[in-house]
């Protein structure tokens, strides 16, 4: 081999292994100035975790830095806010009601009042006309007793006083009636707390009883209002335990006038129920005691029977001062064969009238009276809650009359 190409092989060689030098030294400087590796995209490494940066993510090496975390305090414990009670609702006051509600006595004014008045005005009546007279009597229910002494007394009072017109005719007809009512019947729901000698006061204890369908438990939740309306405190027992429904419906009625409501579970023993609710009565001090008791068939003697087991065990510790049987007006007949069979269970003082502004008939009135001797004391004229009202013969008999 010639000198001269030798000689171009080891320069050749040279250079090559000054370009390698020269490579690896540019390499050390920059691991030595920036203290990494050049970044290796979405690489992923050993251990599963994901390398953005270029920094070993395997176990024992340098760990990344954790992110900022913001440190937020505890906050205060928030106790849990209790319901608002429901409001308390303004009751319209209980004198004049039956005034306010004349006008809901439309339909009984109608074939009864404007009925009769046709025909006492017409003047002298012969035999049919007093023949119609008793049959318009009839058909608004006053019964055959009433009616028989109401046709006979007007026959009488319109020969006497020579009756002409019938603004006369009118006012015969309204005293005749009212007198039929029996005005002088004291009316008074006897829920008045008395002195019970030893122990204090005793709140008054007021059964309510009836059919199913009659509005029983509404009326006892309506008696509430008018009670709470005169200034007195009440506590109500929900004896009605066969229906869930009645428990719950007098718990609403208790909520919005602001009176304490006593329940059993549902299907416990209605006279334990109605115990338990005079004994809160009395520990409480209030003024009445207004016992819902279930709804019963008249014609179920079983269930006849428990209505006199809870009158018995009440009586246990307390009085019982009323037991307001509530009838539809609407039944009619049917009404009064209830409040019969009812009154030989238990001793009904007083009769609550239900729907009568619903019927033409409002002679039941005139006829429960009669055939019972107890006096009608509340009657209900709506669906409103303070649609019941204390029962006054004259007002009654006016609005009939219209």
């Known amino acids: 081999m010639s000198s001269t190409l030798i000689v171009i092989i080891v320069v050749l060689v ?38 953005e940066t270029g920094i070993s993510l395997a176990p024992g090496g340098p760990q990344a830095a954790p992110e900022p975390v913001e440190v937020v305090e505890p906050a205060e414990p928030v106790e849990a806010a209790e319901p608002e009670p429901e409001p308390v609702e303004e009751i319209a006051p209980t004198s004049g009601r039956l005034e306010r509600l004349r006008g809901r006595l439309a339909r009984s004014r109608s074939t009864f009042g404007q009925g009769l008045l046709g025909l006492l005005g017409a003047g002298d009546l012969d035999e049919d006309s007093w023949t119609e007279v008793e049959d318009t009597l009839l058909m608004a229910d006053l019964g055959s007793g009433t009616t028989t002494e109401v046709v006979e007394r007007l026959r009488a009072e319109l020969v006497s006083r020579g009756v002409r017109t019938s603004d006369q005719a009118r006012a015969l007809l309204r005293e005749v009636l009212v007198d039929a009512l029996k005005p002088d019947m004291d009316r008074a729901v006897r829920a008045l707390p008395h002195d019970s000698g030893t122990n204090g006061k005793q709140p008054a204890v007021v059964l309510v009883a009836g059919v199913n369908g009659t509005g029983k438990t509404t009326t006892t939740g309506k008696l509430a209002r008018v009670l709470i309306a005169d200034g007195r405190t009440v506590v109500l027992g929900a004896a009605d335990t066969f229906r869930a429904a009645a428990a719950d419906q007098l718990q609403t009625w208790a909520q919005r006038v602001g009176a304490e409501v006593v329940r059993g579970k549902e299907g416990a023993d209605p006279a334990a129920v109605a115990f338990d609710a005079v004994k809160r009565g009395i520990e409480a001090g209030v003024d009445a005691v207004l016992v819902d008791t279930a709804g019963r068939l008249h014609t179920k003697t079983g269930l006849m029977d428990e209505l006199g087991k809870v009158k018995r065990v009440v009586e246990k510790q307390a009085k019982v001062d009323e037991v307001l049987l509530v009838l539809d007006a609407t039944t009619g007949q049917n009404g009064l064969t209830q409040a019969r069979v009812f009154r030989e269970v238990v001793d009904v003082t007083g009769i609550v009238l239900t729907k009568l502004d619903g019927t033409a008939k409002g002679g039941i009135v005139f006829q429960v009276q009669r055939e019972l001797g107890v006096p009608v004391k509340l009657v209900g004229l709506g669906e409103g809650a303070d649609d019941l009202a204390p029962f006054e013969p004259g007002a009654f008999v006016d609005a009939l009359l219209g």
């Open 14 to 51: 040279v250079v090559a292994v000054a370009l390698v030098a020269g490579v690896v030294l540019a390499r050390r400087r920059r691991i030595d100035l920036t203290g990494s590796e050049p970044a290796v995209e979405e690489e992923t490494r050993p251990g599963g975790y994901r390398a």
